[in-house]
């Protein structure tokens, strides 16, 4: 469950993972990491798609899916998928989100919340993973948009060494700043696991250190983290509608 707090909160963040992947898939199957099938943008799995099905669910019976203001997500086709299908409006089923699917769509149950990507939000950089042109991501996901991405083509990923855990944090605490600058309070914000997990130890080491350490670990395939952050700057975070 959310904590809760008698002070007005100033911003309420909805921290989600990604749901499951197909590179998921391929770290359970091969523990080698040279029998796997690599992937530069996975796509979701079934499962990650059972996932998001389930969320969208849950928040919709909670009330949450209505209250959220803006979606914010990273632009890799995971986190595409993810948001469109939790957030969007609503779908036939999976096989259309990301190929068309505005095609499949009658009268909408409500109106989704407007989705923005950023490179702010996106995974940790490596060699080998890159996201698709943004020409190919607004035919793909016509719901989003991509104003905020200058550079057609993705060229972070060419960096020959993994981003390090200090840079990802360094870039968590960047977004969050952008976020509680915004005029938004109710955020959603679809992400990726290591981005999440270091954006919070980074929250805890410069401005929190009451945060619990339960909420640092790692996040599981569509799991939700409240984050609320107070006028008086403490920071309070819950734990619900977890999915692993």
């Not at 091969?30 to 943008?41: T, V």
């Not at 969050?176 to 997990?197: M, P």
Request: hydrophobic letters at 35%.
């Amino acid at each position: 469950m959310e904590t809760t707090a008698a002070a007005p909160y100033h911003s309420n963040q909805k921290l989600i993972r990604h749901a499951h992947g197909l590179h998921n898939l391929e770290s359970e199957r091969h523990r080698d990491p040279l029998k796997r099938i690599q992937y530069a943008d996975p796509e979701l799995s079934p499962l990650g798609w059972q996932q998001v099905r389930e969320q969208r669910k849950d928040l919709s019976a909670s009330g949450l899916l209505e209250r959220i203001e803006l979606v914010v997500t990273s632009p890799l086709t995971r986190t595409l998928q993810t948001s469109v299908g939790i957030f969007g409006s609503p779908l036939k089923d999976e096989n259309t989100v990301g190929n068309g699917y505005q095609n499949g769509i009658k009268t909408p149950i409500f109106n989704h919340p407007p989705i923005i990507a950023s490179e702010l939000c996106r995974e940790r950089l490596s060699k080998g993973r890159s996201r698709g042109s943004i020409s190919q991501c607004r035919s793909r996901f016509p719901q989003i948009d991509f104003s905020l991405i200058e550079r057609e083509d993705d060229i972070l990923w060419e960096a020959d060494e993994r981003e390090s855990n200090e840079s990802v944090a360094a870039k968590g605490i960047k977004f969050i700043k952008w976020l509680l600058a915004r005029k938004e309070k109710e955020i959603a914000v679809v992400s990726h696991g290591v981005f999440l997990q270091q954006t919070l130890i980074a929250l805890k080491n410069e401005f929190d250190s009451s945060i619990e350490k339960e909420f640092l670990t790692p996040f599981g395939n569509c799991e939700i983290r409240s984050l609320k952050f107070f006028r008086e700057s403490v920071v309070r975070l819950g734990q619900d509608y977890k999915k692993n």
